[in-house]
């Protein structure tokens, strides 16, 4: 597809350890030769950190690992970053078969924690209580900076990255905890949204984030989870302008009000669809006609194993996910052509 913005890229979740070389063959053979430059890689805690070894999530990936992907895309003219969910997100249940994925849920169940809230259960905003959807990390905790922070470093340097994905998307569990409910949740966001863009900064980084938690669910019309419904909103107006907002919409609709929002706050943005075309075509169509300078370009998600992803591309296995292959085709519709 011909897109009139600079930045084509997608949204890939780390491989499993047996399927890197069929990642690095998809982004060598597929991704590059149709315009890709741009991979957020989705590594969460699935990495043989040194720093903080207590934090590795389901099958970390090694160093060695990490830096195949990296030759692949710095030979193709490809922009890596690392993506790691820095509030929500902290947990989930897996797909079967495992991608390595912790996905969501919509009851109050028993489900995983992912490798932070695994090694330090304190750092959970709600510790004691099943969470509905996903954990958060509590933003009041002085630890969480101290880990969060030692993790961020070692990802830029193994990624050799310029920049970082933080996630913040759904948060849904916020100021819960008793020294959170002292503040706002749009001060408990912003302030942490704040901290993690000055940190990345003072590392020459470029801070990506998901953008749904400054658009209000009353005034722009979005469902709860693609925009906020709980006053994390007004945070928009406090956190950094050189943000890279990646504004992300699923669900069928003819408007997208998030970009006259985030184009008079100041802030440039991607705009990331998923796996319906007819979804896509609308957000892409409104896009291109409501574009006053502030879109940069599209990055495309997936939420599939990229190995998964990888291996119908590029030898037409069945996926093995329910939507693989719904979104291998999104993904031909965006690249090719």
Not at 87 to 101: A, C, E, F, M
Request: with cysteine.
């Amino acid at each position: 597809m011909q897109l009139p913005w600079k930045t084509k890229g997608i949204v890939l979740t780390a491989p499993l350890h047996e399927e890197v070389d069929n990642t690095v063959k998809f982004i060598r053979e597929y991704l590059a030769p149709n315009g890709c430059n741009l991979i957020c890689m989705q590594i969460r805690y699935r990495y043989q950190f040194k720093r903080h070894p207590e934090c590795m999530g389901y099958d970390p990936l090694s160093e060695e690992d990490i830096k195949k992907i990296v030759r692949a895309c710095k030979e193709n003219g490809i922009r890596l970053l690392p993506k790691m969910n820095l509030h929500g997100h902290q947990s989930g249940l897996p797909n079967i078969p495992t991608d390595g994925i912790l996905h969501g849920h919509h009851q109050k169940i028993p489900d995983i924690r992912d490798g932070l809230l695994r090694a330090y259960p304190e750092l959970d905003e709600t510790p004691d209580e099943p969470a509905f959807y996903s954990r958060s990390i509590c933003l009041t905790n002085p630890l969480v900076k101290i880990i969060l922070f030692d993790l961020i470093d070692e990802l830029l340097e193994v990624f050799e990255a310029d920049g970082m994905h933080i996630g913040c998307d759904e948060v849904l569990n916020i100021g819960l905890c008793p020294e959170c409910r002292k503040y706002s949740n749009a001060k408990l966001f912003g302030d942490w949204v704040t901290a993690v863009h000055d940190h990345l900064a003072s590392r020459g980084a470029e801070m990506l984030m998901w953008g749904d938690r400054f658009l209000n669910s009353a005034e722009t019309g979005y469902q709860e989870f693609e925009s906020s419904a709980n006053g994390t909103d007004p945070a928009i107006d406090v956190v950094p302008k050189d943000i890279l907002v990646c504004d992300w919409h699923y669900e069928k609709q003819t408007e997208y009000p998030s970009l006259a929002v985030y184009k008079n706050k100041g802030f440039r943005m991607l705009i990331s669809p998923w796996r319906i075309r007819e979804h896509t075509d609308n957000f892409i169509r409104y896009a291109i006609e409501h574009d006053e300078g502030q879109v940069e370009g599209l990055l495309l998600t997936t939420w599939c194993g990229s190995g998964d992803l990888a291996r119908h591309m590029l030898y037409g296995e069945p996926g093995r996910w329910n939507h693989t292959e719904e979104i291998a085709r999104m993904v031909r519709y965006i690249f090719e052509n």
